[in-house]
C-alpha cells in the first residue's frame, strides 16, 4: 500500500523511487502484487506517465490518512524510547544542503546515533508529505496552510556579485547596477523555467536588473558551473555570498557592486502541523532551537 501511495502521487515508477529511496522495479513488484490480490487494477501505465484508475483514485484517497495514521501510532512507541529512533526525511534546495546543513547534521547525528537522516534537494516548493518527507527548508515564510516554520541556519544572508579581477581588468568594474547591463552576465535558470532578475538595494532605492551573458545554468545543480566561469574570467555571477565566500577571501574572484548586495532572512524548517510530530523531527526541531 506505501508503494502504490507512492507512486500513484509521484506520477511514476522512477519518481518515486527517487523519493522514497528505492528502487522502480521494487515498486513495481509491490503495486502488481496489490493488484493481484484486490483483482483490480489501480494504476494506468503508459511509456511515459502512471496514474491512477478510477479504482486507484478511490483507494488512494482513503489510505493517505489512513497511512499517516499508522505512522503516527507507531511513532507513540518511539516516545518510550530512551532515544529517538527511526528515519527523518528532509526535502532541500541545493543551496541548504551546501550552506545550512554541513554545521548541523554531524552534531545532530552524534546526538541522535539511531536516527537514519535522508536529504533530498529540490528546488521547487512542493508538498512535503506528498514527497515522502516529514520536513523540508525553504528561504520564504509563506507557507501553504497548516505549516509550521522554524528558523534554521544564519538569520540575515546575501546575493553576492563577482567576477574575476582579470575579467574585471578588460571590462571595468560597475559602479551602478545598470551598469551590469553592459557586461557578460552568468545567470541562473529555476526548474520551472523562471530566470529571476537580479536585484540591488542601497539607501532606500531598489534596482532590479535583467542582464544578459554567454552561460545559463539551472539554479542548484549547475551553480557550481556559473562559479567555475566566473572564476575563468567569463563573466560576472550572482551568488549566495557563503557560496561564493571560500572564491572571494582566496582572491579568484571580487567583489562586484557590494554596497549595493541584497540582504534576505535566512531558511526555514517547515512541516506539517496537523499531523504527529514523528520522533525524529521533533528532535531535530529540538537540536535546531538549542543550538541556534
Known sequence: ???FVTVA???????????SGGSASMLSEAVRRLE???????????????APTEAGKGLLERLRPALAEVDGALDVVNRFRERPAGTLRLNVPMSASRLVLPAIVPPFLAAYPEIRLEVLTDESFIDVLAAGCDAGIRYDERLEQDMIAVPIGPRVQRFATAASPAYLDRHGRPQHPR???????????FASGNMPAWEFEKDGETVLVEPT????????GASDLAVDAAVAGCGIVAMFEDWIRPQLD????EAVLEPWWLSFPGPFLYYPGRRLVPAPLRAFIDFIKANG
Open 179 to 189: 551598469d551590469l547591463l553592459a557586461h557578460a552576465c552568468l545567470r541562473g535558470r
Open 250 to 253: 582566496s582572491g579568484v574572484l
Open 9 to 19: 502521487t509521484a506520477g511514476g515508477f522512477r519518481e518515486g523511487a527517487r523519493l
Open 36 to 50: 493481484t490480490q484486490l483483482g483490480v487494477r489501480l494504476l494506468h501505465r503508459t511509456t511515459r506517465s502512471v
Open 213 to 220: 551573458g554567454p552561460l545559463v545554468v539551472r539554479m542548484g
Open 1 to 3: 500500500m506505501n508503494a
